[in-house]
């Protein structure tokens, strides 16, 4: 094998082979699902609660996938041992899920055949690009509130993990006529904040850590682990309303996602937070974060950064 498997719809193929007709439903009407983890030291992190999460989303967007979470655990531990033999052994791996409403009927009638009933279902990895973010993880991120505001609860509930992402993909459009490395900040109808694209937003006023409340965001796995070490550090952790002039005003900001566990952020709207550095309230929740997976995060992405980027 020269290149990375895929599981696509009941098969393993490699990945240049894996491929989705132009009328499945995640394309024609971006009906999909997905979740997503990666590896530390080839071992994927917490997939237990992201298969959780998954099965979550599927019964809320009536979506059967006819596997368990026992077989789709076993499928995705195959990919990352198969997947993370053929790259630098000094790679992490994402590992995506995603899972389409199928065949849209409609159109499946260009293929001369009846639409396939039931779902696309998808697994793959790819190595983390730490080039993206080893930056932003010594200087911070500077994030941007646009007039694109997220789309409310009461259209579908933001603990469904999608890809219904228009209003992220121009939010973050907007964001970079600001600052093109900038990312979206978006706020809700009333004007609290809520979420990036990618990424949940919290911060830190008096030494807790606040972030919005769970109902309105998508609550990360990444955004559970900052919870969960925050109370084994002793730091307060809240959940409330804030709005921009309460997070421009804050000792410190950051942002979690599956990638890159913590990042900071140093600048909303070109204000800097706090000093405009990473603060300690950071460096003290992302080293504890790396003590459990034994590894430096904020040091394997820089090295892993310098790596990828070398010629």
């Known amino acids: 094998m020269t290149e990375p498997l895929v599981y696509l719809n009941g098969r393993m193929v490699a990945a240049s082979e894996a491929h989705l007709p132009i009328f499945d439903s995640g394309i024609v009407m971006g009906a999909t699902v997905t979740e997503m983890t990666r590896t530390f030291r080839k071992k994927l992190f917490r997939l237990d609660e992201h298969l959780d999460r998954l099965f979550r989303s599927l019964h809320y967007a009536r979506l059967d996938v006819g596997l368990s979470k026992a077989e789709l655990t076993g499928l995705c531990a195959e990919l990352v041992a198969r997947n993370s033999a053929l790259g630098n052994g000094a790679d992490e791996l994402g590992l995506v899920i995603f899972v389409t409403a199928g065949e849209y009927p409609t159109y499946a009638v260009i293929a001369g055949r009846p639409a396939r009933i039931g779902p696309t279902v998808c697994v793959h990895t790819f190595p983390l690009p ?14 941007v509130t646009p007039s694109i505001r997220q789309v409310p609860a009461q259209c579908y509930d933001p603990q469904m993990k999608c890809r219904s992402r228009m209003h992220y993909y121009l939010a973050d459009k907007e964001a970079q006529l600001v600052d093109p490395e900038g990312s979206a900040l978006l706020l809700d ?61 804050a000792e410190e900001a950051f942002v979690t996602s599956t990638p890159y566990c913590i990042m900071p952020v140093t600048k909303i709207n070109g204000i800097a937070i706090g000093d405009g550095k990473p603060g300690p309230m950071f460096h003290r929740v992302i080293a504890a974060w790396g003590q459990k997976v034994e590894i430096d995060i904020v040091r394997q992405i820089l090295d892993g950064g310098r790596r990828r980027q070398a010629p």
């Not at 409330?240 to 002039?245: C, E, I, K």
């Open 130 to 143: 730490f080039e993206l973010w080893a930056k932003k993880m010594q200087m911070g991120a500077h994030l």
């Open 189 to 249: 109808l009333a004007g609290n904040v809520t979420e990036t694209a990618t990424a949940n937003f919290l911060i830190v006023e008096g030494g807790g850590i606040v972030t919005p409340p769970s109902a309105s965001i998508l609550p990360g796995i990444s955004w559970a682990v900052v919870r969960e070490l925050a109370g084994e550090l002793g730091i307060p952790f809240a959940e409330r309303d804030f709005q921009v002039f309460n997070a421009v005003n």
